[in-house]
């Protein structure tokens, strides 16, 4: 028991936070010094067999069911009096017997009797996830001058492309789509990314754009081959290099009539072997108004050609994910985005944007274009999805196609002539 | 002696009058890619709202469009002054795919006009001729780009020795001061390159005053010229309403030099060098194309690349000049030919009338 000590201040509130606890599910009235002492008992308890909890969000996603079975609580007979700590711990995995009354559910921060400890993996992957740090490919494409390498430095907040807007340099535009992928590792609070930026100049600036989209596409094949061989690979590697593209970012004009051409043409082939996000390039061109009815009348016309833009619906897994997505789908984007790596002074805080006579067009402002709110949803929120998505349903459409075309046998040597199972054609998501 | 007063310096006076009696009409035609805010530009310029009855195609049902030619005409009139303009927008450039010799209509219907006047200035009745023919283009390039894209050099290079080209940058607003500037100086670079004849402002006479020598080259500084347009009068509380457009972060003003050269444009296209502007076409340009066309008929069977006129520089992959089917041409020639021989004729045969009827009464009177 011993003397209170101001140490044990939490503790004490713990103790309070148990008692009340214990008067709700509980219809029997309780002794204040028999309670008090079954709580402070329980809490230390606690306190010897589970680390604290360090992130509250863990134990919000954590592996047990949110409403659990009610975990054994003490029953107000069966609870000997303890003593001693060590005697306490070795009453933890036993289950208690089921009180009459029903319980509510466990709070979730609460370290009651019968905890296990699962919720911890989450602990463990992102201790996993900062040493061994993880790849991301985001390619942009879109005409030339729409603002796609600035746009990409102030989502990274980096200089991760090299950005041809110097007009000193001579800037040829290439006769043929060029693919070019430059690499950079890119640190943040311990967790280390590889970021790959695939920028693709040549895109729809000539006079005959046809089939302009076919070396995008034949790339992003590649990538998926690559790591295919490496999969089938007796002999693979612990982590194989993920060079597959997990991101598009497509940039559209800001014209404020509709979509072009070229635009409907490369989200139709495109869409069903990467994840497209459109974007809409400049969008300090137009006023609220229009900005509203130009997405409008791309999401229609995305709509009325069967165009699914990620985050695609047929892969929303579970009710939440659908009602989160159906909003940033149907309200959202495309976003209208305005990119800067200028600074500027405005109230006294120095902030990214674009200073005109009229005006300072603060890039990081919700009220002057939605660039935060893709910085959001590609980075902070659906980052993990993305490579998911890629992984799961694009790359496995690819591998299945693969597999059928070489007769259900994994392509490629390493084989040593021996021969897999076919693999049985899996009906795709994604039907072509 | 006091000196005596003759009077033509009134005939300025005169001119005038006749001018506004009979009126002017211009045709400008605007070119460019869709959604660069030429028609706002129009309206603004000539505050109108020529565009109102325009239905705008998806973006589907583009892919299979090609270039039209349209015509809208208006009649403005202010202080007296009647201008009958007729707009020609070239809706369907750019839009598709594969944007390749899209451009062709556009070069067609300009020396249709021209054809037209040739043939309406060798006919006999010159009193009232049509000019239809196109009198400046102002072609709008994208800001959102980096100078002419490859489409804009081929287009302009189709057409800068038919027409007076005034190249323009739509939708300014999306730059900044010092991004117009850098655009402004790549595109003229860029033109000089290409040995693309923009119209030139002719430079004013040393007896201007200097502030008109001085607006004159800001002006002349400013090509291309960045433009903003719009329609709409936005009425900030405190200041007097103006024309501009409303953002988050400030509001635009149209006709505010520091934000865009809009009133450069209107200065110069409306105010000072529209009537340069149809000297041009029909000195230099229809000049130009007629002597082309005359010349390849003097020598008929013969299609001498070479004996064009020296004022055309079309590449080597260029399109043969679509012109009246030689036979057409002789045809018309002989006829009129024909008219004229007849005509003559009968004239003689009235003077040979004339003399006769005189002489006759010369005899009658000596009688």
């Known amino acids: ?432 | 002696m006091d000196k005596e007063y003759v009077g033509f310096a009134a005939l300025p006076n005169q001119l005038h009058r006749k001018s506004v009696k009979k009126g002017f009409d211009f045709t400008l035609m605007v070119a460019g890619e869709s959604g660069l805010g030429k028609s706002t530009l129009i309206n603004s310029l000539f505050l109108t709202n020529l565009y109102e009855d325009r239905q705008l195609p998806e973006a589907s049902a583009r892919l299979t469009r090609t270039l039209t030619i349209e015509r809208r005409g208006v009649e403005i009139e202010e202080g007296g002054i009647k201008v009958k303009l007729t707009v020609v927008d070239t809706p369907g450039f750019g839009d598709s795919v594969d944007c390749s010799d899209c451009w062709l209509p556009v070069v067609r219907f300009i020396e249709e006009q021209f054809e037209q006047y040739l043939r309406d200035e060798s006919g006999l009745n010159r009193k009232n001729i049509q000019d239809s023919r196109v009198h400046c283009c102002l072609y709008f390039i994208s800001p959102f780009g980096r100078g002419l894209r490859p489409l804009d050099v081929a287009f302009l290079r189709a057409v800068h020795e038919k027409v007076n080209i005034i190249p323009v940058i739509g939708k300014a607003d999306a730059l900044m001061p010092k991004e117009t500037q850098a655009l402004k100086q790549k595109i003229r670079d860029q033109l000089k390159e290409e040995e693309i004849n923009i119209y030139q402002f002719p430079d004013c006479d040393s007896d201007e005053d200097e502030d008109f020598k001085r607006q004159d080259a800001e002006m002349k500084e400013s090509i291309p010229f960045a433009v903003i347009g719009s329609c709409e009068v936005v009425r900030d509380g405190g200041t007097r309403p103006v024309r501009g457009r409303r953002y988050s972060w400030g509001t635009v003003e149209v006709e505010n030099p520091h934000h865009c050269d809009f009133l450069n444009l209107r200065r110069m296209l409306v105010q000072t060098h529209l009537q340069d502007l149809k000297e041009v076409t029909h000195d230099l340009l229809y000049e130009g194309y007629r002597a082309s066309c005359l010349q390849s008929l003097a020598r008929p069977g013969a299609r001498d690349r070479t004996s064009r006129s020296k004022l055309s520089r079309q590449s080597a992959t260029e399109i043969p000049l679509p012109m009246l089917p030689l036979a057409e041409t002789e045809k018309l020639i002989r006829e009129k030919d024909e008219e004229l021989r007849r005509m003559q004729e009968m004239l003689e045969k009235m003077q040979a009338q004339m003399q006769q009827s005189q002489t006759q009464g010369e005899q009658s009177d000596t009688l």
Not at chain 1, 35 to 50: I, L, Q, V
Not at chain 1, 53 to 59: G, I, L, N, Q, T
């Open chain 1, 1 to 432: 028991m011993g003397k209170l000590r101001l140490r044990q201040i939490p503790d004490q509130l713990k103790v309070i936070e148990l008692i009340i606890q214990k008067r709700g599910p509980e219809s029997g009235p309780l002794t204040q010094g028999s309670a008090y002492a079954r709580a402070r008992a329980e809490a230390r308890r606690a306190r010897a067999t589970s680390p604290p909890p360090r992130d509250s969000r863990a134990h919000r996603r954590s592996l047990l069911p949110r409403s659990p079975a009610p975990r054994p609580r003490p029953s107000l007979e069966g609870l000997p009096e303890a003593r001693t700590d060590a005697a306490m711990s070795e009453l933890v995995p036993e289950p208690r017997p089921k009180p009459a009354v029903p319980m509510k559910p466990v709070s979730i921060n609460s370290n009651l009797l019968g905890y296990i400890g699962i919720d911890t993996i989450i602990e463990q992957m992102r201790k996993k996830t900062m040493k061994t740090g993880f790849d991301f490919n985001i390619m942009v494409v879109g005409q030339s001058g729409l603002g796609k390498s600035t746009l990409v430095n102030t989502l990274f907040k980096s200089q991760v492309s090299r950005k041809a807007s110097s007009w000193n340099r001579e800037e040829k535009i290439p006769k043929t789509v060029e693919i070019k992928a430059i690499g950079h590792v890119i640190e943040e609070g311990g967790v280390k990314m590889k970021l790959t930026v695939i920028d693709t100049p040549g895109f729809g600036d000539q006079i005959n754009n046809e089939n302009c989209w076919e070396p995008i596409e034949k790339y992003i094949n590649e990538q998926y081959e690559k790591f295919l061989k490496e999969e089938v690979n007796i002999a693979r590697k612990k982590r194989i290099p993920d060079t597959r593209v997990h991101c598009c970012l497509y940039f559209i004009s800001p014209t404020g009539h509709s979509l072009r051409p070229l635009d409907l043409e490369f989200m139709k082939h495109l869409s069903k072997v990467v994840n497209i996000i459109p974007v809409i390039a400049k969008a300090d061109t137009m006023t609220l108004e229009e900005k509203s009815e130009f997405k409008q009348r791309v999401r229609k016309e995305l709509e009325v050609n069967g165009i699914e833009f990620y985050p695609q619906k047929e892969f929303d897994e579970d009710l939440e994910d659908k009602t989160e997505n159906d909003k940033i789908r149907q309200e959202s984007m495309p976003f209208a985005v305005v990119g800067s790596d200028k600074e500027y002074q405005v109230n006294g805080k120095r902030v990214l944007g674009r200073k005109t006579p009229w005006g300072i067009i603060e890039v990081e402002n919700l009220n002057h274009c939605e660039f935060a709110l893709l910085r959001d949803f590609v980075i902070r929120t659906h980052l993990q999805d993305l490579k998911e998505v890629t992984h799961n349903i694009h790359y496995e459409t690819y591998r299945a196609k693969r597999l059928n075309d070489n007769g259900g046998l994994p392509p490629g040597e390493g084989l040593l002539g021996t021969v897999l199972p076919p693999v049985p054609a899996t009906p795709c998501p994604t039907a072509e």
